[in-house]
């Protein structure tokens, strides 16, 4: 995959197998294939059982997943990354790296959701679970905060911009700018969200969960962890189909933990999908992208892409992070 940062860090089998003998050498003589690469991370699949997860950039790091996963997993039904070992940052390789147990399964599309109806229940079940979750002395200014989970007034500059670069690229990009304004200002004029603060994933998209025998598996990339507002992890549902989307806003939602219905799918939900959609189209010019358009402004249907074998310590596709 060619460079998509101007600080990126290049790695190669050669450089992977030098870091596993120097740090893991255990793991060092097993077979070793390139798996892949997202905005984040790239990935080596290392034997039958593991995959090597590596930043793309120095300032990349696996300390969200490898301090919290282990703690949040006994809690969610469905799989997660498991990070087994963590590599040190190097000359040759200036940043962490993670070793993680392989988890088989496929992105989510026409050839291997058996059910959207259920996946899109099976999604909903996820967000209640992780929200739900104890906070377990958890804080947002313990590196738990991130712009998805704060109010929409608090990124406005950021989105304006990010809407005045796309509209520099003209035809480039294949986004109805026009449409993401109308959002955007819709959003912005509904009151600050109320609510308290629970466990965000930040980036639910598609690529981001894994499908095995039809059903929701696994969800990847914890990357974007953080503690905040429930909205804008509502808004990737706009990548589904039409059936996933009406399972997810009616599923089951007891107790505190409810899916409010003022966020889950309404203006404020879109509003926050605006950001998710904007933040990397740039740099994504001229990139193949995921054919998942239901998101506000992209054009296009779902359902085009060609899914294929995945693994829960990565990520990928359109904006996304292995």
């Known amino acids: 995959m060619p460079p998509l940062h101007p600080n990126e860090i290049p790695t190669t089998p050669a450089l992977v197998r030098e870091l596993l003998a120097t740090q893991?050498?255990?793991?060092?003589?097993?077979?070793?294939?390139?798996a892949g690469a997202g905005t984040d991370n790239t990935m080596?699949?290392?034997?039958?059982?593991?995959?090597?997860?590596?930043?793309?950039t120095p300032e990349g790091s696996p300390a969200r997943e490898l301090t919290w996963l282990p703690r949040l997993a006994p809690h969610l039904s469905h799989r997660v990354p498991e990070p087994l070992r963590h590599g040190a940052p190097t000359d040759r390789f200036p940043a962490?790296?993670?070793?993680?147990?392989?988890?088989?399964?496929e992105e989510p599309g026409p050839g291997t959701v058996r059910d959207w109806t259920a996946f899109g229940a099976d999604l909903a079940t996820f967000v209640r679970e992780l929200r739900g979750a104890p906070l377990m002395g958890a804080r947002r200014a313990d590196g738990l905060s991130w712009y998805r989970g704060g109010q929409l007034r608090g990124?406005?500059?950021?989105?304006?911009?990010?809407?005045?670069g796309c509209a520099a690229l003209g035809d480039a990009l294949d986004l109805d700018l026009t449409a993401l304004r109308?959002?955007?200002?819709?959003a912005l004029a509904l009151p600050d969200a109320e609510g308290p603060e629970g466990w965000l994933h930040g980036d639910l998209r598609p690529a981001n969960l894994l499908v095995e025998d039809g059903r929701l598996h696994a969800v990847l990339d914890f990357g974007t962890l953080s503690l905040?507002?429930?909205?804008?992890?509502?808004?990737?549902v706009f990548d589904l189909p039409p059936e996933a989307r009406t399972a997810y806003r009616e599923s089951p939602r007891p107790g505190r933990h409810d899916l409010d219905p003022c966020t889950r799918l309404g203006p404020r939900g879109r509003g926050a999908g605006g950001p998710v959609l904007l933040e990397n189209a740039p740099g994504l010019r001229g990139r193949e992208r995921d054919a998942s358009p239901q998101r506000p402004g992209r054009r296009g249907r779902y359902g085009s892409g060609r899914p294929g074998p995945r693994h829960g310590a990565s990520r990928s596709g359109n904006g996304g992070a292995m």
């Open 24 to 34: 893991m050498p255990e793991w060092a003589g097993l077979p070793l294939r390139y």
């Open 44 to 56: 080596y699949r290392l034997g039958d059982e593991y995959v090597v997860r590596l930043p793309r």
């Open 96 to 105: 962490e790296w993670t070793v993680s147990r392989w988890i088989e399964g």
């Open 155 to 164: 990124i406005a500059a950021q989105t304006e911009a990010a809407l005045a």
């Open 182 to 186: 109308e959002v955007w200002k819709t």
């Open 228 to 236: 905040g507002l429930p909205d804008a992890e509502h808004s990737p």
